[in-house]
Nanobody
Framework: VQLQASGGGLVRAGGSLRLSCVAS????????MAWYRQTPGTGRELVAG?????RFTFSRDNAKNTVYLHLTDLKAEDSAVYFC?????????WGKGTLVTVSS
């Protein structure tokens, strides 16, 4: 499964972004998908995903083979590279990541 994330960018504190991740196969057939984020020198942190709630909202559009992460009320500490993740038939897949920078 190939994952292509997009939608990152520079945003002011308090602003919003919507990240998108398009999968190379039908997301209807993918067992589990989620978003993680990582800052320099740290490990990847789960942000939101199927059956996992966090501060941001995860959603799926299986008709478009796409999952989204809705980032709202962003803070400087939310600056990170955000990665799309899929677990399918026992294997883990990662997208290349999209950078979110929040200016204070």
């Amino acid at each position: 499964v190939q994952l292509q994330a997009s939608g990152g960018g520079l945003v002011r504190a308090g602003g919003s972004l919507r990240l998108s991740c398009v999968a190379s196969k039908s997301t209807f057939d993918i067992n589990y998908m989620a978003w993680y984020r990582q800052t320099p020198g740290t490990g990847r942190e789960l942000v939101a995903g199927d059956a996992v709630r966090g501060r941001f909202t995860f959603s799926r559009d299986n008709a478009k083979n796409t999952v989204y992460l809705h980032l709202t009320d962003l803070k400087a500490e939310d600056s990170a590279v955000y990665f799309c993740y899929a677990r399918d038939q026992g294997a883990d897949y990662w997208g290349k990541g999209t950078l979110v920078t929040v200016s204070s």
